[in-house]
């Protein structure tokens, strides 16, 4: 079982946790979401959202 850090300054001397918050980081910054693992290219085409949001009113193109 792992325990959480006190600080954020704990988790970052994690190299792991660390890692994980850099990539989380990049992909936000690069239009995606960390939260979800959904990089930009992989957002929705019609609404622009995520995998986080239910997006079932967008209108979806066809291929």
Same mark, same amino acid.
């Given at each position: 079982?792992?325990?959480?850090? *006190?600080?954020?300054? &704990? *988790? @970052?001397?994690?190299?792991?946790?660390? *890692?994980?918050?850099?990539?989380?980081?990049?992909?936000?910054?690069? /239009? /995606? %979401? /960390?939260? %979800?693992?959904?990089? *930009?290219?992989? @957002?929705?085409?019609? %609404? /622009?959202?995520?995998?986080?949001?239910?997006? &079932?009113?967008?209108?979806?193109?066809?291929?």
């Amino acid at each position: 079982m792992t325990t959480r850090p *006190a600080s954020f300054t &704990e *988790a @970052m001397a994690d190299p792991i946790r660390r *890692a994980l918050f850099v990539a989380d980081l990049e992909t936000d910054l690069t /239009g /995606g %979401c /960390g939260l %979800c693992d959904t990089e *930009a290219i992989e @957002m929705c085409a019609a %609404c /622009g959202q995520c995998r986080c949001d239910t997006h &079932e009113d967008c209108i979806r193109l066809t291929p």
